[in-house]
Nanobody
Framework: QVQLAESGGGLVQAGGSLRLSCAAS????????INWYRQAPAKEREWVAG???????KYADSMKGRFTISRDNAKKTVYLQMNGLIPEDTAVYYC???????WGQGTQVTVSS
C-alpha cells in the first residue's frame, strides 16, 4: 500500500529557502497527481501547489513566483522548493495523492522574522 513521507522542513529566517520532499513507498512508481497543502496554527488547511503525472503544475496565488513544485519519478519523489519565505509561510506542510485520503504525516516549516 502506497505511503507518503514528507521531509525537509525546519527553521529558517525570513527571505530564506527550503526544499521539501514527498517520498512515496510501497509502490513501484509514483504515477499519481500530487498536491502540497499546508496548515498554520488555528487556520484551515490550504492547498499550496499541485503537479500532474505529466508534470503540469499549478500554484495558489500567494505562492506563485516563490514556490516551485517538481517531481522525480525515478526517485518516486515530489519536491516543493520554497524561496523568499515569509513568517506567514509558517505551517505544517503535507503532500497528498490527489483525490484520495493518502496523506503524509507532515513536516514543520517555521519562518522567523
Amino acid at each position: 500500500q502506497v505511503q507518503l513521507a514528507e521531509s525537509g522542513g525546519g527553521l529558517v529566517q525570513a527571505g530564506g529557502s527550503l526544499r521539501l520532499s514527498c517520498a512515496a513507498s510501497g509502490t513501484r512508481g509514483i504515477d499519481y497527481n500530487i498536491n502540497w497543502y499546508r496548515q498554520a496554527p488555528a487556520k484551515e488547511r490550504e492547498w499550496v501547489a499541485g503537479i500532474t503525472i505529466g508534470g503540469i503544475t499549478k500554484y495558489a496565488d500567494s505562492m506563485k513566483g516563490r514556490f516551485t513544485i517538481s517531481r522525480d519519478n525515478a526517485k518516486k519523489t515530489v519536491y516543493l522548493q520554497m524561496n523568499g519565505l515569509i513568517p506567514e509561510d509558517t505551517a505544517v506542510y503535507y503532500c497528498r495523492i490527489a483525490n484520495t485520503d493518502k496523506w503524509g504525516q507532515g513536516t514543520q516549516v517555521t519562518v522567523s522574522s
